[in-house]
């Protein structure tokens, strides 16, 4: 079985431009996370979806957005680049959904730099 | 809030050696504890996970974690360590409000051949 997919796995933006990172869960799959990996904060929850709707969200700001299709694939966007959103950026998914005690399966991450 | 402290950023260690990362977390009600590997140029992979019953719980690739719930602590164990467990290792936790992971700050393994 295929893992998580993320696309496209680098990116290179200037400030203040947009950008949409895509993740594809496991075959299957109802929930899909996102965290943000970088050296000085680590590994930070951003949001979660299950079943195309929001289920929970991070402490990050509104320019962190994210939606999850019919069939489970999740896009995120960031709006008005920072050059502090410099990360990589990971996607998890997990079958059930189930809160609390779902395993979640990571994606290889879409590494964004921001020049 | 929960969050979760892990106070070895970097252990170097011979093969053969035993391991033990140290991982405590903040939280006042039930957690679900996880530790995560990552090695070179791969993806986050999953070791053990901790839900509820025995507290002892063991892994993949002869990893063990033992849940202290009076420390607040899920150390990660190996008793021989070997050259390919070289990666950074991150303990996590959720709780039953949601499938957010809150992470430790990792710790970066480096077995000496």
């Known amino acids: 079985k295929a893992g998580v997919t993320q696309t496209p796995r680098y990116l290179i933006k200037t400030r203040g431009q947009q950008v949409t990172l895509s993740c594809s869960p496991i075959?299957?799959?109802?929930?899909v996370s996102w965290y943000q990996q970088t050296p000085g904060q680590g590994l930070q929850f951003l949001f979660e979806?299950?079943?195309?709707?929001?289920?929970n969200k991070g402490n990050f700001p509104g320019r962190f957005s994210g939606r999850q299709f019919s069939n489970s694939r999740s896009e995120m966007n960031v709006s008005t680049l920072e050059l502090g959103d410099s990360a990589l950026y990971l996607c998890?998914?997990?079958?059930?959904?189930?809160?609390?005690?779902?395993?979640?399966?990571f994606g290889p991450g879409t590494r964004l730099t921001v020049l | 809030a929960q969050s979760v402290s892990q106070h070895n950023h970097h252990v170097i260690l011979s093969e053969a050696a035993s391991l033990e990362l140290g991982c405590n977390y903040s939280?006042?009600?039930?957690?679900?504890l996880f530790w995560y590997v990552q090695y070179p140029g791969q993806h986050l992979q999953l070791l053990l996970k901790?839900?509820?019953?025995?507290?002892l719980v063991k892994g993949i690739k002869g990893f063990e974690a033992e849940f202290i719930k009076s420390k607040f602590s899920f150390n990660l164990r190996k008793p021989s360590v070997q050259w390919s467990d070289t990666a950074e290792y991150f303990c996590a936790v959720t709780n039953n409000a949601g499938n957010m992971l809150t992470f430790g700050g990792g710790t970066r393994l480096m077995v000496k051949p």
């Open positions: 998890a998914s997990s079958l059930y959904g189930t809160v609390g005690t779902d395993t979640q399966y």
């Open positions: 939280y006042g009600g039930t957690v679900n």
């Open positions: 075959s299957g799959h109802r929930s």
């Open positions: 979806y299950f079943s195309e709707t929001q289920r």
């Open positions: 901790y839900f509820s019953g025995d507290p």
